[in-house]
Protein backbone atom coordinates (compact mmCIF):
# COMPACT_ATOMS: atom_id res chain seq x y z
CA UNK A 1 0.00 0.00 0.00
CA UNK A 2 1.25 3.41 -0.71
CA UNK A 3 2.22 5.33 2.24
CA UNK A 4 0.65 8.57 0.88
CA UNK A 5 -3.23 6.55 1.84
CA UNK A 6 -1.73 5.80 5.31
CA UNK A 7 -2.96 7.90 8.16
CA UNK A 8 -0.33 7.85 10.93
CA UNK A 9 -1.05 8.76 14.44
CA UNK A 10 1.12 11.99 14.45
CA UNK A 11 -1.33 13.57 16.54
CA UNK A 12 -2.49 16.32 13.77
CA UNK A 13 -6.12 17.30 14.85
CA UNK A 14 -6.61 20.35 16.79
CA UNK A 15 -8.67 18.50 19.24
CA UNK A 16 -5.05 17.68 21.66
CA UNK A 17 -3.97 20.93 21.63
CA UNK A 18 -6.13 22.06 24.11
CA UNK A 19 -6.14 18.51 26.28
CA UNK A 20 -7.52 19.04 29.73
CA UNK A 21 -9.05 21.79 28.62
CA UNK A 22 -12.87 21.76 28.79
CA UNK A 23 -14.67 22.63 25.28
CA UNK A 24 -16.41 26.18 24.94
CA UNK A 25 -20.13 25.24 25.49
CA UNK A 26 -22.05 25.88 22.23
CA UNK A 27 -23.36 29.30 21.49
CA UNK A 28 -21.12 30.14 24.59
CA UNK A 29 -18.54 33.07 24.70
CA UNK A 30 -14.53 32.20 25.50
CA UNK A 31 -14.80 34.64 28.49
CA UNK A 32 -11.39 35.53 30.03
CA UNK A 33 -9.87 37.87 31.85
CA UNK A 34 -7.46 40.55 30.60
CA UNK A 35 -4.09 38.47 32.72
CA UNK A 36 -5.04 34.99 30.83
CA UNK A 37 -5.19 36.50 27.58
CA UNK A 38 -1.98 38.30 28.08
CA UNK A 39 -0.85 34.58 29.15
CA UNK A 40 -1.90 33.25 26.02
CA UNK A 41 -0.85 36.12 23.57
CA UNK A 42 2.64 35.93 24.99
CA UNK A 43 2.75 31.85 24.62
CA UNK A 44 2.06 32.83 20.92
CA UNK A 45 4.09 35.75 20.30
CA UNK A 46 6.77 33.20 21.71
CA UNK A 47 6.30 29.74 19.79
CA UNK A 48 5.59 32.36 16.57
CA UNK A 49 8.86 34.65 17.43
CA UNK A 50 11.38 32.69 18.99
CA UNK A 51 10.84 28.46 19.18
CA UNK A 52 9.72 28.25 15.45
CA UNK A 53 12.58 30.35 14.20
CA UNK A 54 15.11 28.31 15.93
CA UNK A 55 13.85 24.85 14.97
CA UNK A 56 13.26 25.89 10.78
CA UNK A 57 17.01 26.93 11.28
CA UNK A 58 17.47 22.97 12.28
CA UNK A 59 15.78 21.14 9.89
CA UNK A 60 17.33 23.56 7.28
CA UNK A 61 20.58 22.99 8.43
CA UNK A 62 19.55 18.79 8.87
CA UNK A 63 18.38 19.15 4.84
CA UNK A 64 21.34 20.15 3.83
CA UNK A 65 23.45 17.54 5.09
CA UNK A 66 21.43 14.97 2.69
CA UNK A 67 19.88 11.91 3.28
CA UNK A 68 17.17 13.07 5.41
CA UNK A 69 15.22 8.87 6.23
CA UNK A 70 18.17 8.48 8.78
CA UNK A 71 18.60 12.41 9.69
CA UNK A 72 17.33 12.60 13.76
CA UNK A 73 17.96 16.47 13.43
CA UNK A 74 15.57 16.20 10.81
CA UNK A 75 13.05 13.97 11.19
CA UNK A 76 12.87 15.50 14.98
CA UNK A 77 12.82 19.06 13.62
CA UNK A 78 9.59 18.31 11.45
CA UNK A 79 7.83 16.87 14.03
CA UNK A 80 8.32 19.78 16.53
CA UNK A 81 7.51 22.07 13.45
CA UNK A 82 4.32 20.45 13.26
CA UNK A 83 3.71 20.51 16.90
CA UNK A 84 4.32 24.12 17.14
CA UNK A 85 2.31 25.07 14.04
CA UNK A 86 -0.50 23.30 15.66
CA UNK A 87 -0.26 25.11 18.52
CA UNK A 88 -0.07 27.95 16.91
CA UNK A 89 -3.60 27.13 15.47
CA UNK A 90 -5.22 26.36 18.45
CA UNK A 91 -3.91 29.63 20.41
CA UNK A 92 -4.86 31.75 17.62
CA UNK A 93 -8.20 30.08 17.33
CA UNK A 94 -8.38 30.24 21.33
CA UNK A 95 -7.67 34.29 21.52
CA UNK A 96 -10.15 34.85 18.10
CA UNK A 97 -12.86 33.40 20.31
CA UNK A 98 -11.94 35.08 23.39
CA UNK A 99 -14.20 37.63 25.24
CA UNK A 100 -11.98 39.60 27.32
CA UNK A 101 -13.62 40.39 30.84
CA UNK A 102 -11.99 42.59 33.29
CA UNK A 103 -13.38 41.42 36.95
CA UNK A 104 -12.17 44.47 38.53
CA UNK A 105 -15.59 46.60 37.27
CA UNK A 106 -17.19 44.64 39.94
CA UNK A 107 -14.88 45.44 42.56
CA UNK A 108 -16.46 46.50 45.97
CA UNK A 109 -19.42 44.26 44.96
CA UNK A 110 -20.59 41.57 46.81
CA UNK A 111 -22.58 39.41 44.38
CA UNK A 112 -20.98 36.47 42.11
CA UNK A 113 -19.87 37.26 38.95
CA UNK A 114 -17.06 36.57 36.61
CA UNK A 115 -13.67 36.87 38.07
CA UNK A 116 -14.66 36.50 41.51
CA UNK A 117 -12.76 34.88 44.18
CA UNK A 118 -15.24 33.70 46.31
CA UNK A 119 -15.29 31.74 49.83
CA UNK A 120 -17.64 29.64 51.10
CA UNK A 121 -18.30 26.39 53.29
CA UNK A 122 -19.69 23.21 52.26
CA UNK A 123 -22.51 21.40 54.05
CA UNK A 124 -19.49 19.16 55.41
CA UNK A 125 -17.76 22.33 57.05
CA UNK A 126 -15.57 21.99 54.77
CA UNK A 127 -13.88 26.00 53.55
CA UNK A 128 -12.79 26.34 50.63
CA UNK A 129 -11.62 29.54 48.03
CA UNK A 130 -11.98 29.43 44.51
CA UNK A 131 -11.64 31.96 41.66
CA UNK A 132 -13.86 32.20 39.21
CA UNK A 133 -11.75 32.49 35.24
CA UNK A 134 -12.17 31.23 31.95
CA UNK A 135 -12.04 27.94 30.18
CA UNK A 136 -8.36 28.81 29.03
CA UNK A 137 -7.30 29.59 32.78
CA UNK A 138 -8.22 27.21 34.77
CA UNK A 139 -5.97 25.47 37.40
CA UNK A 140 -8.13 23.77 40.17
CA UNK A 141 -4.75 23.04 42.47
CA UNK A 142 -4.65 26.93 42.74
CA UNK A 143 -8.16 27.36 43.66
CA UNK A 144 -8.91 28.86 39.63
CA UNK A 145 -11.98 27.19 37.88
CA UNK A 146 -13.50 27.58 35.05
CA UNK A 147 -16.74 29.64 34.74
CA UNK A 148 -18.37 26.65 33.09
CA UNK A 149 -17.73 24.27 36.35
CA UNK A 150 -21.19 23.55 38.35
CA UNK A 151 -19.63 24.97 41.55
CA UNK A 152 -18.92 28.28 39.52
CA UNK A 153 -22.71 27.97 37.64
CA UNK A 154 -23.84 27.81 41.40
CA UNK A 155 -22.28 30.70 42.84
CA UNK A 156 -22.63 32.79 39.77
CA UNK A 157 -24.90 35.72 40.82
CA UNK A 158 -25.37 34.71 44.42
CA UNK A 159 -24.96 37.03 47.01
CA UNK A 160 -22.37 36.92 50.58
CA UNK A 161 -24.28 34.91 53.03
CA UNK A 162 -26.98 33.33 50.10
CA UNK A 163 -26.71 29.73 50.51
CA UNK A 164 -26.45 27.96 47.18
CA UNK A 165 -27.43 24.18 46.02
CA UNK A 166 -25.12 22.33 43.87
CA UNK A 167 -26.22 19.31 42.03
CA UNK A 168 -23.64 16.36 42.24
CA UNK A 169 -23.22 13.07 40.90
CA UNK A 170 -23.46 11.99 44.72
CA UNK A 171 -26.33 14.13 45.52
CA UNK A 172 -27.22 17.71 46.44
CA UNK A 173 -24.69 19.87 48.43
CA UNK A 174 -24.96 23.37 50.00
CA UNK A 175 -22.81 26.05 49.43
CA UNK A 176 -22.92 29.06 51.84
CA UNK A 177 -21.09 31.95 50.26
CA UNK A 178 -18.66 33.50 53.09
CA UNK A 179 -16.75 36.40 51.19
CA UNK A 180 -16.67 37.56 47.48
CA UNK A 181 -13.99 39.59 46.44
CA UNK A 182 -12.55 41.38 42.97
CA UNK A 183 -9.43 42.75 42.26
CA UNK A 184 -9.29 46.34 42.56
CA UNK A 185 -8.83 48.72 39.30
CA UNK A 186 -5.10 49.59 37.84
Known amino acids: MNKAFVKEGDGDEDDDLGAGLPPIPAGAKNY ?20 RPEVVKVVHWAASNGDRSENGD ?13 RIRFLTKRLDLAEVV ?29 TIV ?20 ALTK ?8 LHTPAGED ?3 IVSVQYPAPA
Request: hydrophobic content about 35%; glycine content about 10%; proline content about 4%.
Open 32 to 51: ITPQGYQRIRDELLQLIDVE
Open 174 to 176: ELE
Open 74 to 86: YIYGKRRLREIDR
Open 158 to 165: AREGDVVT
Open 134 to 153: GIDELDPLRGKISWVSPVAR
Open 102 to 130: DPSLHHGSDQVFFGATVAYVNGAGEAHTV
